[in-house]
């Protein structure tokens, strides 16, 4: 920046038996009969008794089985379900944007009753410092002579780096013209050793006894 003035500005079933039986007629001879009266009723009690018991057997035997195989299935660690959700990176910190940068700016004035006029400079320097782990301080230089134009304070959130408004800058007296501006919003970013500054202000200019009011639109980039 040459100055205040210059400066405002992502299944398949198992077939069925056969009814027919197979080797043999379909009457049984007589030493094929089977026994009949009392002794052929307590076969078939001592049949169903012991049909009973292997059907009981079958189904207690069944139950832990299938436990196993339940519990088998089951995950063998749920811890996972307490597991934390993973962490949204964080914006930079103010280290990462500590130092001297050197690049251009370009700086546009909207005044009442004048057309727009934009200022740039191929040799603009701006210097970031840090004064804690979220807090910044941006001083804006005048290119032309190397001295301070102004510096401005910063903080770095979650959402990003931003310049706090009501700050002063780019103010000038002489005996017959003086400029002022104040911050309104501004933001910072980094990238690697590339810096982008942006801020708009309110910004008010007296020329003899002729006021003047509008905004002033800086944006800077650099790198280290």
Known sequence: MMGAASLLVAGCAAPM??????????VPTTAEA??????RRDRIAHADTKSHGASSAADGGATPVAAKEVAAAEPADTKSKDKPATAVPQTANAQAFAGAY?????ATYHLEGLPDRVEK????KLTV???????????????????????LSGKITDTG???DPGQKCFEQSGDDSSTSATVTEGTATVDGNHLVFEMNLDFSMSIGD?????TLQYRFQGKR
């Open 17 to 26: 038996p056969s009814a027919k039986p197979l080797g043999r007629g379909l």
């Open 34 to 39: 089977p026994p009949t009266g009392k002794k």
């Open 102 to 106: 050197s690049g251009d700016d370009v």
């Open 121 to 124: 400079d191929p040799n603009a």
């Open 129 to 151: 410092k840090t004064t804690d782990p979220h807090a910044l301080t941006f001083v804006l230089i005048d290119s032309s002579n190397g001295s301070d134009i102004c510096s």
């Open 161 to 163: 780096t931003t310049i």
């Open 210 to 214: 002729r006021d003047l009011t509008g």
